[in-house]
């Protein structure tokens, strides 16, 4: 148990539906991250939430929706995606108190889109 | 922008060698950088994270060390194992347009045969 719980594991959807991702964090940490992970590329940072306020990323399509009620709790909202959105997504989270200290990760849910 | 290169991309060695994985950034400006390793479709595993500050870290078998200014960090891995077969992820933590995040190269896929 890595601190950071993702939940489901793997996920299956249609191009119409509607799913959302889970990521629960028991560290006390005040920033949490969502990052995808794609065949033969590096992850790719999605969202950042610091405090709970998220920091915008302009190149996330609107199809991806986060969102964070609490420090301890994120959640990734997903609608009408395409084959090409199917991946590795992992979840993060990090204490930043006057510096920067290390990422926990998740163990991911795998999503298939078809 | 920051971008991360991993040399090499893959590598295969027999049991009992000591091993070199090497990191470049394009950023400088850092506030730490911390060195995963991955299973083949699971999550991030940290094994060491460097401050901007230090100039290398140590557990067990594993050496990192961080040179800042010329963009370099470099694993170190003595007497190598079976069960060290996984692909390692190197990742300075860099502010860019999402806020401050870590930023990942594509690995290097390590194979250890006994």
């Known amino acids: 148990e890595t601190g950071v719980t993702q939940t489901p594991r793997h996920l299956v959807m249609g191009m119409t539906n509607k799913k959302s991702l889970k990521c629960e964090q028991h560290l006390g940490h005040n920033a949490m991250y969502w990052y995808k992970q794609s065949a033969k590329k590096p992850l790719e940072l999605m969202f950042v939430y610091s405090l709970e306020e998220r920091v915008e990323n302009n190149s996330v399509p609107s199809r991806f929706s986060p969102e964070c009620p609490n420090s301890s709790h994120l959640f990734l909202h997903l609608h009408t995606l395409q084959p090409e959105d199917s991946a590795l997504y992992l979840c993060?989270?990090?204490?930043?108190?006057?510096?920067?200290?290390?990422?926990?990760f998740g163990s991911g849910t795998r999503l298939t889109v078809v | 922008k920051q971008e991360v290169t991993q040399i090499p991309a893959a590598l295969s060695v027999p049991e009992g060698e000591n091993l070199v994985l090497n990191c470049s950034f394009t950023d400088s400006a850092i506030y730490n950088l911390q060195w995963f390793r991955q299973d083949p479709g699971k999550g991030l595993t940290s094994l060491l994270l460097?401050?901007?500050?230090?100039r290398e870290q140590t557990s067990g078998r594993l050496n990192a060390s961080l040179d800042k200014s010329s963009g370099r960090s470099t694993l170190y891995i003595a007497a190598s194992q079976p069960g060290d077969s996984a692909t390692y992820l190197c990742a300075p933590e860099s502010a860019n347009q999402a806020g401050t995040a870590l930023i990942f190269g594509k690995g290097t896929t390590l194979s250890v045969s006994s």
């Open positions: 460097i401050q901007s500050s230090q």
């Open positions: 993060a989270s990090s204490q930043e108190i006057d510096g920067h200290y290390g990422y926990t």
